[in-house]
């Protein structure tokens, strides 16, 4: 084994991801690694791109679109990579945003009835209070 190649194992402890998860990312073709045997290898142009799925994933990305556009290298080179890479970027960001805002939305009607609640909790205590006394 060259060193430039990493095991399976070593590639799921450098960018912390599961078996099946790199199993997965191989099945769907993101990834190719070389094998021997039943031992899989990756090089370093699989962990480039594992950084680059990985990124993708934290931004959003459906695995889908990072399939393509990892493609998009092999078929069209780097310009036409970047070029797809802008408009998804252009894309996730209005995307990321609007989520942002119903995500603020949300936030802000949560703490006005959370506050409402407990403004009015002393009430409540109150009447229930006066209630078991009348009881007994």
């Known amino acids: 084994m060259s ?3 990493i095991s399976f194992k070593e590639m799921c402890e450098q960018f912390d991801v599961t078996p099946r998860t790199l199993r997965y990312y191989e099945y769907i073709e993101l ?3 070389e094998r021997e045997g039943r031992s899989r290898f990756y090089t370093a142009r699989d962990s480039a791109r594992m ?3 990985l990124r993708g994933r934290k931004f959003g990305f459906s695995l889908e679109t990072i399939r393509q556009w990892l493609d998009i290298y092999d078929e069209q080179g780097s310009a036409a990579q970047m070029e797809i890479w802008v408009q998804n970027a252009d894309n996730q960001l209005e995307e990321l945003r609007a989520q942002r805002a119903q995500i603020d939305e949300a936030i802000d009607e949560l ?3 959370r506050d409402r609640t407990a403004a009015s909790l002393g009430d409540y205590e109150s009447r229930d ?3 078991k ?3 007994t």
């Open 3 to 5: 060193d430039s190649r």
């Open 31 to 33: 990834l190719s690694p």
């Open 51 to 53: 950084k680059l799925i």
């Open 111 to 113: 703490q006005t009835l």
């Open 129 to 131: 209070a006066a209630r």
């Open 133 to 135: 006394t009348a009881k």
